[in-house]
């Protein structure tokens, strides 16, 4: 990324976590700036248009410049849907509340083992998804590969298991439903945690806000909540 706009987006570190994340992890293939606010656009599973705008009234001359070049947008917050929804539908939106941990919060690790996921895991995370309509193997594949995950095993069976998408962000938590209420989603994500602060890497997470297991979870751990996000799939 051009030494500007990285400068750019460092000036909200937290604001901008997840684009900052995401064009670590992948090249950024387009910029579009005017005034104080861009969009960045790079190659995941999407070709995803990541808005950063502090100054609401330069979105539309924004999304002008940018003539839709993608139809799928992250980072995006709620005052940000009108406009970009003026001569667009959305065709599926998902909202999450995101929550960061502070970088003076140190977590303690698990007395639960645990390891590393690798490729062979990866059908058996995906059958076992809440977000079929939003992930794919080829996905959970990469990141597997790019980043940090940890999995528990019990009874011979991969029984807990947690990744990172693809801004750097902790997801794909999951616990197989009889092995629930054990605290292992907890190691799991204490082993995440660790994992990033080891790499000197942001600790976030996306939640849905009904979730809240996961949401009581996090605030145990320490994260605070930053603001309410969606990915955004227009047509």
Do not use: C
């Amino acid at each position: 990324m051009q030494a500007d706009l990285l400068n750019h987006l460092q000036s909200n570190p937290i604001s901008n976590m997840p684009v900052l994340g995401f064009f670590e992890n992948y090249p950024l293939d387009k910029h579009v700036i005017y005034n104080k606010s861009l969009i960045l656009i790079g190659t995941s599973d999407y070709s995803w248009a990541y808005l950063s705008v502090p100054e609401p009234n330069d979105l539309d001359s924004l999304l002008e410049k940018f003539g839709f070049e993608s139809l799928y947008f992250a980072n995006v917050e709620e005052w940000m849907i009108p406009q970009l929804t003026r001569n667009h539908r959305i065709e599926w939106k998902l909202l999450t509340n995101r929550y960061y941990l502070p970088e003076e919060i140190e977590v303690e690790p698990t007395d639960k083992a645990s390891g590393p996921l690798d490729s062979s895991h990866v059908g058996y995370i995906y059958q076992n998804s809440a977000y079929k309509d939003f992930t794919s193997e080829l996905y959970i594949s990469e990141r597997i590969a790019r980043d940090i995950s940890a999995g528990i095993w019990l009874d011979d069976k991969l029984v807990g298991w947690g990744l990172t998408h693809d801004d750097g962000s902790l997801g794909f938590l999951n616990v197989i439903s009889e092995y629930r209420g054990k605290g292992i989603g907890e190691a799991i994500f204490r082993t995440l945690i660790r994992g990033k602060q080891e790499n000197q890497k942001p600790v976030f997470v996306n939640v849905e806000p009904q979730n809240k297991q996961s949401i009581n979870l996090l605030k145990k751990l320490g994260l605070e909540f930053d603001r309410a996000v969606s990915w955004v799939k227009l047509a």
